[in-house]
């Protein structure tokens, strides 16, 4: 089993309505965790980040995070074709509040139809 | 912004030759990460390096060494290369003063034929 765990699609949504990508994590001493979007051949770009449990919202993205659930969500609002893409979920195992090596899931590959 | 820098961008070399690859992180990161993601695959941890020293390491095979220079820049140096290292390599940076947020340079594709 994967200390990440990501549905890995293709996830195909229209345009327009909301993208739901889910992610699951192994380790509970975890405090950061983090979406990539990842176009093919190309690199990760962070898209959120977040660290407390709860919503955090960036334009058309919202994280959520359930630590008690091992649980972090990201949602895409008024998906465009450009949002098409894989969207990495990575967990920092840093160690005394200073970051580490960002251990990732397998992605879910997203489509937008127009 | 700046970003991180990456070099060179593509690679081909033949089994049992050495590589080495370079990354410059943003300006003022103090910390530089290396990952290499195969075709299909999500990045996967080598090794990184904080105020040129390391600090963890992943699963990089004992072919590949790596190191942080005084200007904080990184060198990944491969060698006796095998087909299977073909991947792209991907270098990281953070601050600690930044909450760690890893930024991502562009990329080398190696490919060993």
């Known amino acids: 089993q994967k200390e990440v765990e990501q549905n890995s699609g293709p996830l195909s949504v229209p345009e327009g309505a909301i993208a739901s990508l889910n992610c699951t994590y192994s380790d509970r001493v975890s405090q950061s965790f983090f979406w990539y979007r990842q176009y093919s051949g190309k690199s990760p770009e962070l898209i959120m980040s977040?660290?407390?449990?709860g919503d955090k919202e960036d334009g058309r993205f919202t994280a959520q995070l359930n630590k008690a659930s091992q649980y972090v969500s990201l949602l895409i609002r008024d998906s465009q074709p450009s949002d098409s893409a894989t969207y990495l979920c990575?967990?920092?195992?840093?160690?005394?509040?200073?970051?580490?090596?960002?251990?990732f899931g397998q992605g879910t590959e997203l489509s937008v139809k127009p | 912004a700046a970003g991180v820098i990456q070099s060179p961008r593509h690679l081909i070399k033949e089994k049992r030759e050495t590589a080495t690859l370079k990354c410059y992180p943003i300006p003022r990161h103090d910390t530089v990460y290396w990952y290499q993601q195969g075709p299909g695959q999500d990045p996967q941890f080598l090794i990184s390096f904080y105020e040129k020293m390391q600090s963890d390491k992943g699963s990089i095979p004992d072919r590949f060494s790596a190191q942080q220079f005084s200007d904080y820049h990184s060198e990944l140096n491969m060698s006796s290369l095998e087909l299977g290292d073909s991947a792209l390599y991907f270098c990281a940076s953070s601050s600690r003063q930044g909450q760690e947020t890893q930024y991502f340079g562009p990329g080398t594709r190696l490919l060993v034929l």
């Open positions: 977040i660290y407390s449990n």
């Open positions: 990575a967990v920092d195992r840093g160690w005394e509040n200073q970051g580490g090596k960002l251990i």
